[in-house]
């Protein structure tokens, strides 16, 4: 048996990833998978997506778009299965054992199930509700060491957790207990146009955010136009979000520290360092979005990828899933 920690993670296909998308989760992703210390599964959480009303074709190219950019990025399906959710049915089938052993006021009680409410109330659905069963469904079924976590997920974890705990006191040791799984990493990268914020592709300012797959026109474009403050010294301080931001930005992409950067555009201004922070990160995403395109165009390559993910995260899902069905009751095909 494998000493390895085993770690899901995974994200929505519901349209472009940003440059904060990458430095805090798909970067992370690819170091974690060239250690000898973790087995990682890699999911595109497509049906998570659907809580949000889709359009079929855009649906579809994004979760096509998404999985081209986790191997351009350097995710090696070879090491770790890469798939969609839908393509396991044990996702649903795992989820609806925990939904009925999920109390209301645990559901009711969930910050992003009220967020999303509000920001689409023409369509609060039951799935949006019954949102967090399905992802500890997600975790459960791949009996997860570790799970990486932002703050807006840690709740969710927690359900997880506690739902785990709840199955097997009732049914006898059943699943593994996750831990949350927090990356070293520097800060969060946050809102060009709003620093107060996490840098999100649902910003209704596109000024706000670098998306991936922008070209390098475009990113020079959206850093020269980034909020910052009266002052022109590049360091951090008081009032200064802004220019911190981008200077994470800059050591996110480059590597040289918050000290190194102040010692080096010292007395060098605003202008100066936004060319230098434009440049380096469309340097950066120059090789991913190249690669991004080869992959494109190489659909049979990516649905042999899918479909090997698939077949791997069946299995390994399928085992759990039968044990959970085995303790509940049901009668064994």
Known sequence: MSDKKRILSGIQPSGPLTLGNYVGALRNWVELQKTDEYECFFMLADMHTITVRQTPKDFRKNAMDLLALFLACGLDPEKSPIFFQSHVPAHAQLSWVLTCNTYMGELSRMTQFKDKSRKHSGNINAGLFTYPSLMAADILLY???????????????????????????????????PEG???????????????????SKSDPNENGYILMLDDPDVIVRKIKRAVTDSGSDVCRGENKAGIENLMNIYSAVTGMSLDEIERNFAGKGYGDFKNAVAE????????IQKRYHDLMANKDYLEQVYRRGAEIASRTAGKTLSKVYRKVGFIQM
Do not use: W
């Open 143 to 177: 009996q997860a060491d570790l799970v990486p976590v932002g703050e807006d997920q840690k709740q969710h974890l927690e359900l997880t957790r506690d739902l785990a705990n709840r199955f097997n006191n009732a049914y006898s040791e059943t699943f593994k207990v």
């Open 280 to 287: 380096s990160v469309a340097e950066a995403l120059r090789p």
């Open 181 to 199: 799984y927090i990356p070293k990493v520097g800060a969060r990268i946050m809102s060009l146009q709003d620093p107060s914020q996490k840098m």
